[in-house]
Structure formats: C-alpha cells, structure tokens
C-alpha cells in the first residue's frame, strides 16, 4: 500500500519509513506517476486537504496545530484522525495501518456499521428472490412457490403485505441501489 507523506519533516519521515516497510507500506514525500495512493498524511490546513487531487483518498492529519477549531475543521473536511505534533513514528504507524484497514474493509464491505434492517423471514426469502433475477418479473404465485415455499397454505394476497413491508423497511436505511417495483397485471421485480 502507498502512503503519500506532505508536509512531515525528513527525518520524521525516514524513520517511519523504516518502520512502515515491515508492514508493506510505501511512502512517498512527492506524488508518484503511476503508483496509487492509499492514503494521505498531511499537515496541511483542512480546508485544502480532502479536496481536488485528493478529494477521493483517506487522510490524516499530524499537525502542529492544537486548537479545537482546527481539529474540528479538520475533521468536517473528512479527516480519519487528527494528531498534534511531535508524534513518535510508531504511533503514526499504528494509526495509519488502522486506517488502511479500515479503508479496505470499506471497499470490500461498504460502510462500517450499516443500518440495520429486521425483515420478517418470509420478507427476507422474498427479498432474496427478487435479488437473484432483476429485472424479471414474478407473479404473486411465482414469489409464493420460487421464494416462501410449496406447501404455503395462506392467501396470494399476502405477498402484497411482504412486499409492503420489504418497502418500507428498506426506504431511507440502505444506499439506493435497487428498488421492487410492481409490474401491472404480472406481479413484482426487482430492478437495479
């Protein structure tokens, strides 16, 4: 993983250089062509970190500043962490790694602590279902047999409630990624 390293002096840098190659990590002091970066340590103002070049790339901040404004600035413009200088390279080490693990569970598994969302167990089968075949339409017959199961003895009719259900659990707590939606005189689908 690739560290790029602003604004830290040279010696500073060096040693946690040493340290950080234990751990596979690269650091460089000037953008590098054709490396990506993971993430950026700087002691720049937060108002410039976090924006432009750097807009989409995790950021700590090791700062001589210690007032609580620029902290909290920092932080506003999507600081990962804040530390006031002097810091021993072994710290920064420490919370870097911290936060390049966290930025790779990020990419792997979307944000950290979702909503949590309670579907009943017929929701959820019914949910799965229309997951596994967007875009395909399924009658009320069709999800009862494909998704609840073949020996379901209630009425068709409950599959609206499901699905109603499904609705309004799911509206405002995930990323809209996909919606169910009803396909007139067929049944329900699930679109992306």
């Given at each position: 993983?690739n560290?790029?390293v602003?604004g830290q002096e040279?010696?500073?840098?060096?040693?946690l250089?040493?340290l950080?190659?234990a751990?596979g990590?690269?650091l460089y002091?000037t953008?590098?062509k054709?490396?990506e970066?993971?993430?950026l340590v700087?002691?720049?103002?937060?108002?410039?970190?976090?924006?432009?070049?750097f807009a989409?790339?995790p950021?700590?901040v090791i700062?001589?500043?210690?007032?609580?404004e620029d902290?909290?600035a920092?932080?506003?413009a999507?600081?990962?962490?804040?530390m006031v200088?002097p810091?021993?390279?072994?710290?920064?080490?420490?919370?870097i790694?911290r936060?390049?693990?966290?930025?790779r569970?990020?990419?792997?598994?979307g944000?950290?602590?979702?909503?949590q969302?309670?579907?009943t167990?017929?929701?959820n089968?019914?949910l799965?279902?229309?997951?596994?075949?967007?875009?395909k339409?399924?009658?009320?017959?069709e999800?009862?047999?494909?998704?609840?199961?073949?020996?379901?003895?209630g009425y068709?009719r409950?599959v609206?409630n499901?699905?109603?259900?499904i609705r309004r659990?799911?509206?405002?707590?995930?990323r809209?990624?996909g919606?169910?939606?009803?396909v007139?005189?067929?049944?329900y689908?699930y679109?992306l």
């Amino acid at each position: 993983m690739n560290v790029l390293v602003l604004g830290q002096e040279e010696n500073w840098v060096a040693g946690l250089q040493k340290l950080c190659s234990a751990d596979g990590i690269q650091l460089y002091q000037t953008i590098p062509k054709a490396a990506e970066i993971g993430l950026l340590v700087t002691d720049f103002p937060s108002e410039r970190a976090g924006k432009g070049i750097f807009a989409d790339i995790p950021f700590l901040v090791i700062s001589k500043r210690d007032k609580e404004e620029d902290i909290l600035a920092a932080f506003a413009a999507g600081a990962e962490d804040y530390m006031v200088r002097p810091v021993s390279p072994e710290i920064a080490r420490v919370r870097i790694l911290r936060i390049l693990k966290q930025s790779r569970r990020r990419e792997r598994y979307g944000e950290e602590h979702p909503a949590q969302i309670h579907l009943t167990p017929n929701e959820n089968r019914i949910l799965a279902f229309l997951m596994r075949y967007p875009g395909k339409a399924f009658s009320r017959e069709e999800l009862i047999e494909g998704a609840i199961s073949k020996t379901y003895e209630g009425y068709d009719r409950n599959v609206d409630n499901y699905i109603k259900g499904i609705r309004r659990k799911l509206k405002g707590a995930v990323r809209e990624t996909g919606r169910i939606e009803t396909v007139h005189g067929v049944g329900y689908r699930y679109m992306l």
